[in-house]
């Protein structure tokens, strides 16, 4: 037998078609939830990759918080046409109408209030699986949670009480009333991503690009200027150029200087860089050490 | 410059491993040390460690806190699970499967140690071969590590004596020898002062041999995958059912172990039928030759009754198909083994029926003694025999990782118990 180079991209994009099957062949009803970012884009390719050339045997998935950036709903719904998959969209809005989300003010991040509309949408259409691009490399409660992660009816995750996952054996059984949430790039890291999107050409929102922007220094980042966020009292409005490495709620997703103006000089920034990619762009995760693991035990992604 | 910065797209391997140690072995700060000197650790980790250093009085930083997780962890000092961490260097990227050393040991060193290449063995050089070093080992050994790596670390606490590192040395070899245990190297460190983690440091110059990153990036993981026996597991059979491809069947999965060209005579089992590759379908395109661990479509020239579960094997390279064999089990749930009881067992793509029949002997993992047991607890490890309700397509767990385990589930609880690695199909 001949030797072949299998690279590490190869190893993971492997790994995560062999998920989405598994996912695909056990589970009644999965959706694969897509958002327009960096991560669910590499998703939507992989699944490609998995299923062509048939179609996807799940709908995508978006929970709007309707705080999202214009560039990438446009996006969103574009890629989800192009592919000629189904999207489903489901509102946050619809929550605080129902009063099941009760806002203090109208720009607070929507972020933490993401997990009730997911899990009334999940109930809405009965999903026992959700797919999702969550990454372990993002953060330290991640970094200890499965591929397949068991859910309870209240979309609770119990970091002390996981299944145990051994080889590619994948346990997708759940009872009526709970679910799943699957993460096929788990052992993806924001490097691999990009190095990803490179070699499979993809294209992604412009927002992700050196651009100049409206921004106010707020604590320790840098935040959009929107009608969400105005400046206060001594705050400057400056133009700098900035570009993204997360898109989620315009009112806490922080820009970050960078003069990256394709995918090889993103690869190489984020190669050099110093600072995590949460701890860089999401305020909402720097409120204290375990913020996301509480998040998470509350339903979270 | 620092290591990462020279990564070249898409030219590294990945390779995976454990790290089989106590606290008290320092494993957490040979981690640290791993990912502090390869570059790898972000300002915003470290400063949150070091305000943690600080905030429990202690001065510099505490790499080992870089491994602490969970809140509930942190409060208590204590690692509860199984931790993935990801670094990379300019030749390979590495994920580590970083496994907690209390008592749950045993399942959660067989649940890391389950997808890995390598196994880092940590040893105490003031402590010399304990106990749990050879339990570690036995671990090692039975879930098939194909590197290990003996690490004998602290070695700055014993005068960095050669002595004392090559009588460890020995001490392993000798009980290793009844293991089967493959490729053993020993590196003598210090994790705490960075003496042959990544830096050789100035302490050792007596040692020859490589420093640890050195042989994670060099080691050849090649082989660990069969490149013998094709074995297919079919997940999803696609039907597009369009009008361009109205009769197209594809059959989706990943090759385990082996390769497969266009033009092969297959075999499929459990059925027996026999028919022919027409075409490897990859996104991209059709190629004409495909190899273990890749994804792939396949048609075949014949049509045939082909569903999840079933498998591809090349003609004339037949597995065992069989309804009973026997097992090493680790046993992984709080609740006991119920013998009266059904499971589920799930091996490669199939989900079927099965009763542990009988216990033939567990192993105390300290001793590696054969004991005499009717039951079996949370990190049990026993030898038994299990029948299936229907055929299953399987090899020796030794000769094919892929096709020679399985887990079993709990169905009204729908927990994953249990861990099972084939030994002799055909009994």
Redesign the interface.
Known sequence: ?S????????????EA??IM??V???CANPVLLFSGGKDSIVMLRLA????????F?FPLMHIDTEHNFPEVIEFRDRRAKELGERLIVRSMEDSIKKGRVVLRSEDQSRNPFQSVTLLDAIAEFEFDACIGGAR??EE??R??ERIFSFRDEFGQWD??N????????Y?T???PGENIRVFPI??W?E??VW?YI??ENLEVPNIYFAHTREVIRRDSGLLPVSHLVQPQDNEQVENIVVRFRTVGDMSCTCPVESDAANIIDI??ET??????ER??TRMDDQTS??SM??RKKEGYF | M?A??K?S??????LRFITAGSVDDGKSTLIGRLLHDSKSI????LS?ITNTTRKRGMEGVDLSLLT?????E?EQGIT???????F?TPK??F?IADTPGHEQYT?NM??GA??ANLAIILVDARNGVLTQSKRHSFLASLVGIPHIVVAINKMDLVDYSQSVFEDICKDFAAFAEDLNLKNIVYIPMSALRGDMVVERGDQLNWYQGTTLIDLLESVSI?HDVN??DFRYPI??V???QTQD?HD?R?Y???IESG?IQVGDDITLLPSGLKSRIKEI???EGTVKEA?A???VTLTIEDHLDIS?GDVFVKTGDTPQVTQAFNAMLCW?SEQPLDPNRKY?I??T?R?VKAVVGQIDYRVDVNTMQHEATSTLNMNDIAHVSIKVQKPLVCDDYSRN??TG???L?DEST???VA?GMIDSPNK
Not at chain 1, 162 to 169: A, G
């Open positions: 037998m030797s072949h180079t299998f690279t590490h991209l190869d190893a993971l994009e492997s078609v062999h099957r598994e695909a062949a056990e490609e990759k998995a299923f062509r050339p048939g179609r045997p372990r490399d330290k409660a970094a200890k970091p002390k996981q299944r145990p996952e051994l080889w590619d054996i346990n059984r759940t009872h788990s052992n890291t490097l691999d190095e490179a070699r690869i190489t190669a050099m860089t110093r600072i995590t701890g860089a050490d375990a693991e509480l | 620092s990462i910065e990564i797209l898409d030219q590294t391997e990945l972000f300002e915003d980790q949150s602490d997780g969970l809140q509930a942190r509860i699970d199984v931790a993935y961490r990801y990379a390979r990227k994920i399942r067989v649940t389950s997808t090649e490149l013998d997940q999803w696609c039907r597009p491809l197209f594809g989706m999965g990943r390769s379908v990859m996104y190899y661990p890749q994804s999840r992984l589920l799930k091996h793509a989900m990782r892929a385990c399985f887990i589930i729908n927990n994953t861990a």
